[in-house]
């Protein structure tokens, strides 16, 4: 079933209320992301642990983005936008909770599932937001909505390594971590 909003609508109040929540949602996921690698660098002190962290980031664009389209193109954007957002609150949960009761390799262990596992949501969710903008906009403001979405994914990407440092200094790990949550769970 595709994405179509009845173009009757306000699109604009609807465009703005979807990416305004996903800008929140993604910043909130980007922040876990940076802590996850601020935590492996202060707690387990390994160039190997944080390279791997990286990886992590990185292997499911390889492996999963020519395949994500198809996913795409073929499943509800509604469900693949919201399903992704709950599997990373799940994740979020769940290292939230046991993340104190690991060290040394099963913690570098946990924190690596957790990154690929919310790397693998990052590789459906952005691509379903960019295919989400024509189903809004007009075909007249599609340049300017893509143009915007470009603003709001850069300036994730900015602001998020920062935000996370800071953070990461003074609040618990636990706590950091369930922002993911907030972000997936009440944004709209």
Same mark, same amino acid.
């Given at each position: 079933m595709? @994405?179509k909003? *009845?173009q *009757?609508? *306000? %699109? +604009? #109040?609807?465009?703005?209320?979807i990416?305004?929540?996903q800008?929140m949602?993604?910043l909130?996921t980007m922040i876990?992301?940076?802590?996850f &690698?601020?935590?492996i660098t202060?707690v387990?002190k390994?160039?190997? /642990? #944080?390279?791997?962290s990286t990886? &992590?980031?990185f292997?499911p %664009?390889? @492996?999963l983005?020519p395949v994500? =389209? $198809?996913v795409i193109?073929r499943?509800?954007k509604k469900a693949?936008m ?6 990373? !609150?799940?994740?979020a949960i769940?290292?939230s $909770?046991?993340i =104190?009761?690991?060290?040394? =390799? /099963? #913690?570098?262990?946990l #924190?690596? $599932?957790a &990154?690929?596992t +919310?790397?693998?949501?990052?590789v @459906? ?9 024509? !189903?809004i906009?007009?075909e007249?403001q599609?340049?300017k909505?893509n143009?915007q979405i470009?603003?709001l994914q850069?300036?994730?990407a900015?602001i998020?390594? =920062?935000l996370s440092?800071?953070?990461f200094?003074?609040m618990? &790990?636990? %706590?950091?971590?369930?922002?993911d $949550?907030?972000?997936?769970?009440l944004v709209p």
């Amino acid at each position: 079933m595709p @994405f179509k909003l *009845n173009q *009757n609508t *306000n %699109w +604009r #109040l609807n465009f703005y209320l979807i990416f305004s929540g996903q800008f929140m949602s993604g910043l909130t996921t980007m922040i876990v992301q940076y802590a996850f &690698m601020w935590y492996i660098t202060d707690v387990l002190k390994s160039a190997t /642990a #944080l390279s791997l962290s990286t990886l &992590m980031m990185f292997l499911p %664009w390889i @492996f999963l983005a020519p395949v994500a =389209g $198809v996913v795409i193109d073929r499943w509800s954007k509604k469900a693949i936008m919201i399903g992704m957002d709950l599997l990373a !609150a799940l994740v979020a949960i769940i290292i939230s $909770v046991t993340i =104190g009761q690991f060290a040394g =390799g /099963a #913690l570098l262990t946990l #924190l690596l $599932v957790a &990154m690929l596992t +919310r790397a693998i949501t990052q590789v @459906f969710q952005q691509p379903t937001l960019n295919t989400i903008v024509p !189903a809004i906009a007009p075909e007249a403001q599609l340049t300017k909505a893509n143009g915007q979405i470009q603003t709001l994914q850069s300036l994730t990407a900015i602001i998020a390594p =920062g935000l996370s440092a800071v953070l990461f200094g003074i609040m618990p &790990m636990q %706590w950091i971590i369930l922002l993911d $949550v907030i972000g997936a769970v009440l944004v709209p």
